[in-house]
């Protein structure tokens, strides 16, 4: 049996595997959301470790689980999230800053004006933007009273939540490369943190950051009581959630790629062994490691997609579950011209604005709930629509179909529209946590349960949908929602 623990932004999710791969067990539980100020977001450490323990033991329950019965464990996580604690007690030092959050988004404008881009971008593959962790660590650093001199002497340690959750589970202070390129410290060429950077985001203290490892391999084993009766089972696999998923999909292949529902939604494109140059809009990522290999991806990031969804459930409050959103978008012929751009945390790929605020147009006085469902279930179709474009710009081909996963691939009425408007078939996954799955098939094959050949030849399709759109219509609908974007970005820009 093999455990992947898929800890997300809203939650963890933990499935047991058998030795076929198959499902066996699984638990899934939320956690709160802390939101300071506005464009703040937190999240409480303490509680992601305790909910992610509880739901680990959930899942290895409903497998039925003994004693000895577990081989190995893969972690998958939200990816730029940034811990600290003190490496002595185990004690959070401060509330995790969000991948969503925003507040050192005026630091990320001073070193643009600065000129430091163009080097961030060449050794990292990422663009300056508060998403990513650095400017994170570099916050906590400054405000944080004592945190630096705490860090200097050993005291305080940082890490993405995968380091977190090691930590907690083994002792040790690790983490992969495909989280450590997400955090705008690691030169992805070397695969290891870079001095330069360190230095210039704030004089960050290598010794406080974890230790860069593959992504398949020994990560540590667990130690007495982090999981009753697996004391001594070692975890094998690492990897950021989206790369996981893309593992999971057995993209394993120069030019596959897929797409993930879930929070945010993540287009990734397996680049091979070279260090892809990615167009504006676009990220050069790690895909993964195995031993001396390196594979790298092209990814669009979509900020906001399944947490538009939470906030019409949570703020809004006009559905009672996220299923909801399916039934109402099928009530109305069409969108009666009502466009939401979610840009509540700003706007990823192919914009990067982190100023943007979300927007609501086409509002009439017969406009009601079933009109926003569906305007945000068509703003994740047309924001995934605008990565796959700049993919297919920056591949110089375009896709033949994307393949699918994450908890929104359920919503038929939203598969099939995507489909029209990319014009193109989707290939859901058959699992749609594939997130999960691929931490799993990451650590089965680092505990020699599995071969990469065993990954590529998995047959893990589902559902499929084709498109039925006319390329007028559709065309009419895309047209619309970049103006849309625009009256958003223009709003923000004042």
């Known amino acids: 049996m093999i455990l992947a623990v898929d800890q997300g932004t809203t939650g963890t999710t933990c499935l047991v595997f058998d030795a076929q791969a198959q499902l066996a067990g699984r638990a899934y539980r939320e956690f709160e959301q802390h939101f300071p100020r506005p464009g703040w977001v937190e999240h409480d450490a303490t509680e992601i470790w305790e909910v992610t323990r509880g739901v680990a033991l959930a899942a290895l329950e409903d497998a039925g689980v003994g004693s000895g019965d577990l081989e190995a464990i893969g972690i998958t996580n939200q990816r730029e999230t940034v811990c600290v604690w003190d490496p002595q007690t185990g004690d959070p030092l401060h509330h995790a800053l969000v991948w969503q959050d925003r507040r050192t988004a005026a630091r990320c404008d001073a070193l643009r004006d600065g000129g430091h881009e163009p080097l961030v971008r060449a050794r990292t593959g990422l663009v300056l933007d508060p998403y990513f962790s650095a400017t994170k660590i570099e916050w906590l650093l400054q405000n944080v009273d004592g945190l630096r001199t705490r860090a200097e002497a050993g005291r305080a340690v940082f890490g993405t939540i995968d380091s977190?959750?090691?930590?907690?589970?083994?002792?040790?202070?690790?983490?992969?490369?495909?989280?450590?390129?997400?955090?705008?410290?690691?030169?992805?060429?070397?695969?290891d943190w870079d001095d330069e950077l360190l230095a210039l985001f704030g004089d960050i203290p290598r010794a406080a950051l974890a230790q860069v490892r593959p992504s398949i391999g020994e990560f540590g084993t667990l130690r007495d009581g982090a999981l009753d009766g697996c004391d001594g089972v070692p975890v094998t696999g690492i990897a950021g959630d989206q790369q996981a998923a893309l593992y999971g999909q057995g993209c394993l292949d120069r030019g596959l790629g897929k797409n993930t529902y879930g929070t945010g939604s993540f287009v990734l494109l397996n680049a091979g062994e070279e260090v892809p140059t990615a167009p504006p809009g676009l990220l050069s990522t790690v895909a993964w490691g195995i031993g001396e290999r390196t594979i790298y991806a092209l990814e669009a990031a979509i900020f906001v997609t399944g947490a538009a969804v939470q906030?019409?459930?949570?703020?809004?409050?006009?559905?009672?579950?996220?299923?909801?959103?399916?039934?109402?978008?099928?009530?109305?012929?069409s969108n009666d011209g009502v466009y939401f751009v979610p840009a509540l945390t700003g706007l990823g790929s192919r914009h990067w604005d982190p100023y943007a605020r979300g927007t609501i147009v086409g509002l009439t006085r017969g406009s009601g709930r079933a009109h926003l469902a569906r305007a945000t279930l068509e703003a994740m179709a047309f924001q995934t629509l605008d990565a796959v474009q700049a993919m297919e710009r920056a591949a110089g081909e375009p896709l033949a179909e994307l393949r699918a996963d994450g908890g929104a691939t359920v919503n038929a009425w939203l598969m099939q529209f995507q489909a029209d408007v990319l014009g193109v078939p989707i290939a859901v996954a058959e699992i749609a946590e594939t997130t999960a799955l691929g931490a799993a098939l990451?650590?089965?094959?680092?505990?020699?349960?599995?071969?990469?050949?065993d990954v590529a030849q998995r047959d893990g399709q589902g559902a499929r949908y084709e498109p039925g759109m006319a390329d007028d219509e559709r065309q009419t609908l895309i047209d619309e929602w970049r103006r849309a974007v625009a009256c958003t970005r223009g709003w923000a820009q004042g």
Not at 168 to 178: C, I, P, Q, R, S
């Open 164 to 191: 977190w959750l090691v930590f907690k589970l083994t002792g040790e202070h690790v983490t992969d490369v495909t989280n450590a390129s997400r955090t705008l410290l690691c030169d992805i060429a070397r695969g």
């Open 311 to 333: 906030w019409l459930r949570d703020g809004l409050q006009i559905i009672e579950q996220a299923s909801d959103t399916e039934a109402l978008a099928a009530s109305l012929d």
């Open 442 to 453: 990451l650590a089965g094959v680092g505990a020699g349960a599995w071969t990469q050949s």
